[in-house]
Structure formats: C-alpha cells, structure tokens
C-alpha cells in the first residue's frame, strides 16, 4: 500500500520560515506534490518535484528525496494568509493523487 | 470554463437515498478526478476519466457509487442508497494530458447524509 505522513500542525510568526515534512512508504510513484487548502476551500496545486533535489516557485520551495522516502515543502516570509493546510500528495502511475495525513499551518503576527 | 464547476455546492440527503453531484472540467481538459474528503482530513482518490472513458476506478465503493463522463454533458458521480460515512467533501479535478504535475480542483459539493 501506499501511505504519506504529516506533522498534524505547525505554528510560526509572520515573517518566518517554516518546513513542513512528508514520509512516505510506496512502490513507485512519478512526483511529489504539494496542495494548499484554506478552510472551506478548494485545494490549489504549489509545487511538484519529479526528480530529487529542490524546486522553488518564489516564497514556496520543495523538496525530495526518493533514496530517504521524504519530501518537504518549505515557506518563506510567512504571511498571514499562509495560515491554510498542507498536503504532500504521490502521482500514481495512473495520474491519480495518493494525499498525506495533512498539515494545518497556523501563522501568528 | 476556466475553472472547474461543480454543484450542487451543498446536498443533504437522509439514509437511503439517492445522490447525484456533477462537475464540468476546464475547457480543453481530457481527464477528470473524484476524490473525497472527510472532515477536512485526508483525501480518498475514488475514480478518473479519461474523456468518456473510465481510467483508473480503483477506489470505488462499487456497491453503491457510479460515475460517467458522457460528451458534452458534466461529469456525474451517484451514490445510491447513501449511508451516514458517506457525509463528506467530494472534490472534482481535471487536467489537460496524463502525467500533467497539476490537477485543478473545483469548489467540491458538501454531502450531508442524515
């Protein structure tokens, strides 16, 4: 089976940074996204890495490492309205997402 | 549409009936997912379409849940004789070709079963 693990919250201050964890156990998979939900919303797509190494797509950046099973999304100058959830989500061969247990980020001023 | 269209936004229906949500992917977009999310917690991929063609249904409860692309007319997804576990978030997502890194998500249809 294929399973995806998040830290259930992280808080930080405006301004900060913060890393948000996902370790995964699967048997194949194409790429790691990352999906920002706010509360009551839809999920909106923030980054996809295919290959190991860092992706960065102005304040986000994200991380993967195949050989540890582990991803990250990093955000940078926290603002307000990054308080949303996380979720690190596997491409499945067939395009299907396999989603994380899902971080709730709460930023506080 | 530029956007994923999905209604009803809001379906409350009692143990035992019968609900049907629809979803209109982005103009241009061949493949359609349906994921479900309860209590704002994890997603449960269900099922994809690939135009009218079932793609990947995997995580279908096939008892009680159908769905079809038809040409020109939304996507469907039924779920007869709902039951209390299915009171959920159903999301719709659609991208443009396989292997696409983004899928875009619709506003969802809350289903409320009493």
């Known amino acids: 089976g294929q399973s995806l693990e998040q830290p259930s919250e992280v808080t930080a201050v405006e301004g900060a940074i913060v890393q948000i964890n996902c370790t995964y156990q699967?048997?194949?998979?194409?790429?790691l996204s990352w999906y920002q939900q706010h509360d009551g919303g839809a999920p909106t797509f923030l980054s996809y890495?295919?290959?190991?190494g860092l992706e960065e797509t102005g304040r986000f950046s994200s991380f993967l490492s195949r050989s540890d099973s582990y991803g990250y999304l990093l955000l940078q100058e926290l603002q307000m309205k990054d308080s949303a959830s996380y979720f690190c989500?596997?491409?499945?061969?067939?395009?299907?997402?396999?989603f994380g247990t899902g971080t709730r980020l709460q930023v506080f001023p | 549409g530029e956007e994923v269209a999905q209604t009803p936004k809001h379906l409350v229906r009692g143990e035992g009936q019968k609900a049907k949500l629809y979803c209109a992917p982005i103009?241009?977009?061949?493949?359609v997912f349906w994921y479900q999310q309860v209590l704002k917690n994890e997603f449960k991929f269900l099922i994809s379409f690939q135009n009218e063609n079932v793609f990947d249904e995997t995580g279908m409860p096939k008892e009680r849940f159908s769905a079809k692309c038809l040409p020109n007319s939304p996507c469907s997804l039924e779920i007869q004789a709902t039951k209390l576990e299915d009171s959920a978030v159903y999301f719709c997502?659609?991208?443009?070709?396989?292997?696409?890194?983004?899928?875009?998500f619709g506003p969802g249809t809350r289903l409320t079963v009493l």
């Open positions: 890495n295919a290959l190991d």
């Open positions: 989500a596997l491409h499945h061969n067939t395009d299907k997402l396999i």
């Open positions: 997502a659609s991208s443009s070709r396989q292997g696409e890194d983004t899928q875009y």
């Open positions: 699967t048997s194949g998979f194409y790429g």
């Open positions: 103009k241009g977009h061949s493949y």
